[in-house]
């Protein structure tokens, strides 16, 4: 998640210990905007990352006139604005309602719903979710006695809570959400709550790049997991599931006590059960059945890789990754636009802050792609920006030391970062290479302060700024024989300039 915004104090979980915390949740929204150093910040939730092309026309427009021009795409895939007026905020949410983007107030914040970006494009899944995603969203914009009184209060949830709605390939499962349904090849689904964190195969949100879980090993739950394999339901009861999934963890953090903002927060003795989740779901006719295990995934769960997908229905879908997750003006006006020139007219956006537009015949992918590759956008899947990511970093957070953005631009574009495998598909190493696969490199972030904003997951390289043009170079995270989830690793911990900031990635790269 892009973030400018200072953290609330927070300790980390350990056993039967809850975070404690120095205010409520202050995520940002549109209509709630966060001043940073660069104007004030909008986060605009966007369900799934579906957007219509006349939508995208309409986020344009209003970036360019009320913003900076540019946006930004969030690790859940939403949207951000950036250096808009501090009295804009009646507009900006007039205009949002004007577009479909803003269905209710008091639910603005917490519509937070990744899914499968290619579901149903590709025939990769189990179940098409976009319908999935349309229904849930209803059901949180709709938590009023009127509505279903066994949803009431879904407004409660945090900002941070997050839903993931899987097409059976094992992508956004593997991304941690609150509240998880994974489609099954019988047309049902299983619902988890919590659960395991991410295993080896497992796409970081922050960079695409596939990453351990939090401890180097498979498995593992934290506190707050609900207890058991998950619950099987019908495909048509599932987004009703999903909703009332979160009822239940609203119940138990009132039992609690304690202000926690997502499942694996809770403490033990209140944690989420199967049990207590499927006594929930059959009080409200949605029958629900414990399953040992959850089903396997169709494919190894890594973002879409650039470039174009065939579907089973002759339609391709054009993938394309935005280095940073940032697009200019003119470049997110091009993606407007081949997106109202498709057969579907539709813009999907990823959890790794890419774009997925769906509906082209074969004969136009590869002038869409070279118009693509032309504006500055990825393309290909050996690119050196794929598995790189940075935190917002001068002149956007007081923060921030340096300005890591356009720092992380040279690191990418020297030669010395090749060297340590670039991208999902690149060559794999000479013969007798140390370290991983080079197309599995480790993922690298660059952060402008030690809160470290939005890194990623698991094991990775963090390039942290310690001076206006320094930086310290480590690996961290855990391997399989260290059990502390975010320790440094000791083999490898340089201090560098900017100037060398590719070789020292590289190397680091290569410690492992």
Request: proline content about 9%; charged content about 20%.
């Amino acid at each position: 998640m892009l973030a400018a915004m200072p953290l609330p104090p927070t300790t980390t979980p350990s056993g039967d210990e809850t975070p404690v915390r120095g205010r409520d949740d202050a995520c940002p929204g549109a209509l709630r905007l966060h001043p940073a150093d660069d104007g004030s910040l909008a986060r605009i939730r966007v369900p799934g990352g579906l957007l219509t092309a006349r939508q995208a026309v309409a986020l344009g427009r209003l970036a360019g006139e009320l913003g900076d021009g540019r946006l930004d795409i969030t690790s859940r895939g939403n949207l951000q604005v950036r250096g808009l007026d501090t009295g804009c905020g009646a507009e900006l949410a007039t205009r949002l309602r004007a577009a479909g983007l803003l269905p209710s107030d008091r639910h603005d914040r917490v519509r937070n719903i990744v899914a499968s970006p290619l579901s149903g494009l590709d025939g990769g899944g189990h179940a098409d979710v976009v319908a999935w995603v349309r229904k849930l969203d209803a059901l949180l914009c709709d938590d009023t006695p009127a509505g279903g009184g066994e949803l009431s209060g879904l407004s409660g949830l945090s900002g941070r809570f997050l839903f993931a709605l899987d097409d059976g390939r094992g992508d956004v499962a593997a991304l941690g959400a609150d509240v998880t349904l994974i489609a099954t090849p019988d047309g049902g689904a299983v619902l988890r709550v919590g659960g395991p964190p991410p295993g080896p195969d497992a796409p970081s949100p922050s960079t695409g790049a596939a990453r351990p879980d939090a401890a180097g090993r498979r498995g593992s739950r934290t506190a707050g997991s609900a207890v058991g394999g998950g619950l099987r339901v019908r495909g048509e009861d599932a987004p009703r599931a999903a909703a009332l999934a979160a009822v239940e963890f609203l119940a138990k953090a009132g039992e609690s006590g304690t202000r926690v903002w997502r499942v694996r927060e809770l403490p033990a003795r209140h944690a989420v059960t199967t049990e207590g989740l499927a006594a929930r779901l059959t009080d409200a006719g949605v029958e629900a059945v414990p399953v040992e295990h959850e089903p396997a995934p169709r494919a190894r769960a890594t973002p879409p890789d650039p470039g174009p997908i065939p579907g089973p229905d002759g339609r391709h879908a054009l993938s394309v990754a935005l280095p940073l997750g940032r697009v200019s003006a003119a470049q997110w006006r091009l993606l407007a636009a081949l997106a109202s020139r498709s057969g579907a007219a539709e813009l999907r956006m990823t959890p790794w802050r890419g774009v997925v537009l769906p509906g082209f015949a074969p004969h136009d992918t590869r002038g869409a792609l070279a118009e693509l590759s032309d504006a500055g956008l990825v393309t290909t899947p050996d690119s050196p920006w794929l598995g790189v990511g940075a935190c917002t970093g001068r002149p956007g957070c007081a923060k921030s030391l340096a300005d890591v953005r356009a720092d992380t631009a040279r690191m990418v574009a020297d030669p010395a970062l090749r060297t340590s495998g670039t991208g999902r598909g690149a060559a794999d190493p000479a013969p007798g290479a140390s370290g991983p696969a080079w197309s599995d490199p480790l993922p690298v972030y660059v952060s402008g302060c030690e809160r470290r904003c939005g890194h990623p997951g698991g094991r990775w390289v963090d390039a942290l700024a310690t001076g206006d043009t320094d930086y310290r170079v480590t690996v961290r995270g855990a391997r399989e024989d260290t059990p502390e989830a975010d320790s440094a690793d000791s083999v490898h911990s340089v201090d560098v300039t900017a100037e060398q900031l590719a070789g020292a990635v590289a190397a680091a790269r290569g410690t492992t």
